[in-house]
């Protein structure tokens, strides 16, 4: 599904649960944020935003390293991608038995990511990023929770929040990785901020209800574990990959 929002942001988003791709429209240029997992989807988000908005695609924001957000733009090879300093290091990381394991589940052969990591052109940034174009502001930072490297990006005057997977709608969050408390924190300062509307990584965009949403869920896993978690949303759906729960 394409949702426009504020005639500028195009979000892709997918009813089998798949991440979300959102692209940015500025006057030059159009960048893209988070990147799927298949090098041949992101070919095809990138065409479909060149054709929309006759507007160039060569960058691509990463909000962290699971590969369902990184590998279709690292695997794509011929866009700059600007991600955080952990970020890198862990999709550097990755080792032979877990590719395999994405390889099999996906049926894409990631086994060869080093070599297309040493050709990649990253830019990285360290805590935060600042992206500035006319009126539009992209701000960018590294927070922790979902993942130790998960990096949120706000879009003004819009007061847009793409937050990748520390917000997620109607979908189980992959947790084997997370700093729970850490998480519940984070949601609970951006709660207190203005935000207009919120782009999960999974699911379909929303508003300040997913961050209550999301909370519900991480303190239900937190006093009453796994068990009663997923009796109580049961309505959940997986995402296209899910390396631990």
């Known amino acids: 599904m394409l949702e426009v929002i504020e005639n500028k942001v195009l979000v892709f988003w997918f009813e089998n649960f798949a991440s979300n791709v959102t692209a940015v429209e500025l006057n030059e240029e159009v960048i893209l944020i988070d990147s799927s997992l298949y090098p041949e989807k ?11 908005t006759k507007k160039t695609v060569k960058k691509v924001f990463l909000t962290h390293h699971h590969p369902d957000h ?3 733009a690292i695997f794509h090879g011929e866009i700059e991608i600007i991600l955080s300093e952990k970020t890198l290091v862990k999709l550097f990381e990755y080792d032979d038995i877990l590719l395999k394991k994405i390889s099999d589940e996906s049926g894409f052969e990631f086994s060869n990511i080093q070599k297309k990591l040493a050709k990649c052109k990253f830019n990285v940034f360290r805590n935060d990023n600042l992206n ?5 502001i992209i701000s960018g930072i590294s927070l922790g929770g979902h993942t130790e490297d998960s990096t949120i990006y706000k879009i003004y005057p819009e007061n847009i929040l793409v937050s990748g997977d520390i917000i997620v709608s109607g979908v189980h969050s992959e947790l084997n990785e997370a700093n729970i408390d850490n998480w519940i924190k984070i949601l609970e300062e951006l709660k207190k901020q203005d935000i207009k509307t919120i782009i999960p990584g999974h ?3 929303g508003n300040i209800k997913l961050i209550d949403n999301q909370l519900k869920y991480l303190k239900t896993f937190k006093e009453k574990g796994k068990d009663l978690l997923l009796k109580n949303f049961d ?11």
Not at 235 to 245: D, I, M, Q, V
């Open 42 to 52: 992101f070919k095809k988000v990138i065409d479909l935003v060149q054709l929309r």
């Open 70 to 72: 990184s590998f279709g």
């Open 203 to 205: 699911g379909k965009p």
């Open 235 to 245: 309505t959940y759906k997986y995402p296209e990959l899910l390396l631990n729960f």
């Open 132 to 136: 500035t174009s006319s009126k539009t």
